[in-house]
């Protein structure tokens, strides 16, 4: 079994950076690749980023070049740094897990804040 624990959601100004973590307890066939979405209210869940234990990552086109995702193998921990924060960046982040980055994520956080404002 998994469960996932997000941290490091916090209030920002426009231009300021946070980063993520995704705690991983359980196995760790089910956590091969991992994921961070976000989802404001009112429209659709967006992926952002994943990561497999091989190094793998993608981004989606909306924050390429803006955030970075990273796994820890040694510590199972999902990270995604997050620079040059906008306001339309605020959402709820969830992280997610799948034994395969192209599968179902059957597993997910309870997610974290984030607000951008001034």
């Known amino acids: 079994q998994v469960q996932l624990v997000e941290s490091g959601g916090d209030s920002v100004q426009p231009g300021g950076s946070l980063r993520l973590s995704c705690a991983a307890f359980?196995?760790?066939?089910?956590?091969?690749?991992m994921a961070w979405f976000r989802q404001v209210s009112g429209k659709e869940r967006e992926r952002l980023a994943a990561?497999?234990?091989?190094?793998?990552?993608h981004y989606a086109d909306s924050v390429k070049g803006l955030f970075t995702i990273s796994l820890d193998n040694a510590k199972n921990t999902l990270y995604l740094q997050m620079n040059s924060l906008k306001p339309e960046d605020t959402a709820m982040y969830s992280c997610?897990?799948?034994?395969?980055?192209?599968?179902?994520?059957?597993?997910w956080g309870q997610g974290t804040q984030v607000t951008v404002s001034s």
């Open positions: 997610a897990a799948s034994g395969n980055c192209y599968g179902t994520f059957n597993y």
């Open positions: 359980g196995d760790t066939y089910n956590t091969y690749c």
């Open positions: 990561a497999d234990r091989a190094g793998n990552t």
